[in-house]
């Protein structure tokens, strides 16, 4: 919970992203300070030598993807694109990784994730933390008849099924919080429900907490909600 309350004490908007954060972080871990100019270089352009494709030729130029497959990275806490770029790849004493697609399958991103050394995740994340999100050009709600149901869940949860609030979380207008809490405002829909789905059926097992929402939610909670966080700004 300190982690939880410290981290609201710094929210920011979106757009400023976590930069003045990840510095103070960098010097706390005792690691060299991350460097955007090579994060940008290796999204932009991969590293053949390692199998490592550019990260922009699916998440889109500066982290603002255009396919609905690929979610958008721009404006993401560090932390949190850190973080799932381990969760793609088993870690020490575990057999599978903690975030897998549907039926168990290895995520797309786990060959990108597995070459990607500590210094990258640094980089790659400060990076994209301190991009914008194309605000204009990103999904947007679009299915009228569930809008209402959509904010209600997003603003109020589920007091019977005692699904919290999302806004508690990923902040009022779905920016997310810097430290750990993940921007959906503008992110793809389809990618949305897909991620609250794989929560539940613990495919994507990297989060107790998220488990125990999408646990208690059903498809059309899902739709509905997820409809409504991509409209947010
Ligand atoms: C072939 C397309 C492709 C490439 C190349 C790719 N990604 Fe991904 N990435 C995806 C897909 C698809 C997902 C969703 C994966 C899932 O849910 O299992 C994803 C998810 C992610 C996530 C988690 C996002 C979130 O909101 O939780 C991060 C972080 C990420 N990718 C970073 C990168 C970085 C950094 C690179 C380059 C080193 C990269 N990706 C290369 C397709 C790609
Ligand atoms: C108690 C805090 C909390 C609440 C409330 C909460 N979330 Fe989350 N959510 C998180 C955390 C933490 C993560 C990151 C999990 C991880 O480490 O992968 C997350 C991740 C997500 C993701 C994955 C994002 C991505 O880019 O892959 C989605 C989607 C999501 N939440 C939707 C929701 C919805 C919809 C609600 C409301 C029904 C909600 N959350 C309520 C804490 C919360």
Known sequence: MKRVLSSM??????LLGSSVATVAWA?????PAPDADKGEELYTNGD???????CASC???AGNSTMSDNPSLAGMPHEYISKQLLDFVPQEGHDKAARLGEGG???VMAPFAAALEEEDRANLAYYLATQTLDADNAPAATDEDTMERGQEIWRGGIADRKVPACAAC???SGEGIPGE????AGQFPEYISQQLKLFRSADRDNSDMMHDIADR??????AAVADYAAGLR
């Open 9 to 14: 004490v710094i929210t920011g908007s979106m």
């Open 217 to 222: 939610m059903s498809d059309s909670d899902i």
């Open 105 to 107: 399958a290895d995520s």
């Open 59 to 61: 998440h889109g130029d």
């Open 27 to 31: 010097q706390e871990m005792d690691m």
């Open 170 to 172: 990923h902040g009022a």
């Open 48 to 54: 053949s030598d390692r199998g490592i494709i550019s």
């Open 181 to 184: 809490f993940p921007r959906l």
